[in-house]
Nanobody
Framework: QVQLVESGGGLVHPGGSLRLSCAAS????????MGWYRQAPGKQRELVAR???????NYADSVKGRFTISRDNAKNTVYLQMNNLKPEDTAVYYC?????????WGQGTQVTVSS
């Protein structure tokens, strides 16, 4: 069974920082591409950041230079460091894991940046 549990969301003022964590169960982590997605009110889900098994990263243009994704395979954990947060970053953030054709999702954590 694969389980993803996000933590670290909350309320923050513009310009503030948060670090999201996603703990993944089992031995599948090191063989999984990990990602962070978000869904803002009234918008569709979008990819925020992605990190491959080899630690190559991709970011949405809107977060480049502000967000950093990283992974710690020994801890089965992926992180999203979010700096200089903006009101438009407000969304539910979801952790994802992809292994081959299988995709798994966490339940999401709310990030709210006051406007």
């Amino acid at each position: 069974q694969v389980q993803l549990v996000e933590s670290g969301g909350g309320l923050v003022h513009p310009g503030g920082s948060l670090r999201l964590s996603c703990a993944a169960s089992g031995s599948i982590f090191s063989a999984s591409v990990m990602g962070w997605y978000r869904q803002a009110p009234g918008k569709q889900r979008e990819l925020v950041a992605r990190i491959t098994i080899g630690s190559s990263t991709n970011y949405a243009d809107s977060v480049k230079g502000r967000f950093t994704i990283s992974r710690d395979n020994a801890k089965n954990t992926v992180y999203l460091q979010m700096n200089n947060l903006k009101p438009e970053d407000t969304a539910v953030y979801y952790c994802s894991a992809q292994r081959g054709a299988n995709n798994y999702w966490g339940q999401g954590t709310q990030v709210t940046v006051s406007s």
